[in-house]
């Protein structure tokens, strides 16, 4: 939205700018606590709160890591669980639960409050503008399928992100979905794998790292396909906005009476 838009605007259904779309619209948010328990961080990203969402993820990553978590966890599922005792750090394992509570808690907080404002921002029927161009970058408004957004995201995450023209969002997921697939020898787990050679894709992985990929690729698909159903329907109140605005006279009232009754 223009800078004179959010000086009239109290309450304001999104922000479109060349690299992003922000948009405060109704969310459970038992699922973004949800999110947050998964990974910390997530519940904040998809509600719009980026930096503080990546901040949340880098610091539970590098807790996570130093804690030998996920080992922990690998061990347990395999039923070594003196091996798993054995390789937690504790020290670190205490702030990650901090890190933890505060996230899924934030999170919860977080979207009661903007369900709220999303209430407010309808009846109060904010201008949106739909598309908004600088000379690197551009973004408009515009019907797209969720589930392409999904398969790109599979594929890579980030790329479903980068289809919805969300670039600062979808630079900081590829950045660490593509470090973490590089550091976890996923791509070499693979190849083998393709070779028939299981026993060598299973001892390359460090799995410290690669345990972090199924919910890094499952919120990056989730994420995805969420904002493009919600930009298709920010889309679609642009549109009656403006057929609103330019066509519909003042006189006409709304539903029409029933007649014939």
Not at 14 to 24: C, G, L, R
Not at 154 to 166: D, F, V
């Amino acid at each position: 939205m223009n800078s004179s838009a959010h000086n009239t605007i109290r309450r304001p259904k999104a922000s479109v700018t060349p690299f992003n779309t922000n948009i405060i619209h109704r969310r459970n948010p038992w699922m973004l606590a949800f999110w947050s328990l998964l990974y910390p961080g997530f519940g904040q990203i998809n509600n719009g709160s980026i930096i503080k969402g990546f901040i949340l993820f880098t610091g539970e990553m590098l807790i996570n890591y130093k804690s030998h978590l996920n080992l922990a966890i690998l061990y347990s599922f395999n039923g070594a669980f003196q091996a798993a005792k054995q390789v937690l750090n504790i020290h670190w394992l205490i702030i990650y639960c901090s890190v933890l509570l505060f996230a899924v808690w934030d999170s919860y907080r977080i979207t009661v409050e903007c369900n709220k404002l999303s209430i407010l921002a309808d009846r109060e029927h904010a201008v949106i503008t739909p598309t908004r161009l600088s000379g690197i970058g551009l973004n408009s408004l515009d019907k797209r399928n969720p589930w392409v957004s999904v398969a790109w995201s599979m594929l890579l995450p980030g790329l479903g992100h980068m289809y919805n023209c969300l670039t600062v969002l979808s630079t900081m997921i590829f950045v660490f979905g593509s470090g973490m697939l590089i550091a976890s020898h996923g791509l070499e787990a693979i190849m083998y794998t393709l070779w028939g050679d299981f026993s060598q894709a299973k001892a390359i992985l460090d799995w410290q790292w690669f345990m972090n990929l199924p919910s890094f690729y499952g919120f990056a698909a989730w994420d995805a396909y969420v904002k493009t159903v919600e930009s298709n329907k920010l889309f679609n109140i642009e549109q009656a906005q403006y057929f609103k605005s330019t066509y519909q006279g003042y006189s006409l009232r709304m539903p029409f009476p029933v007649r014939g009754g």
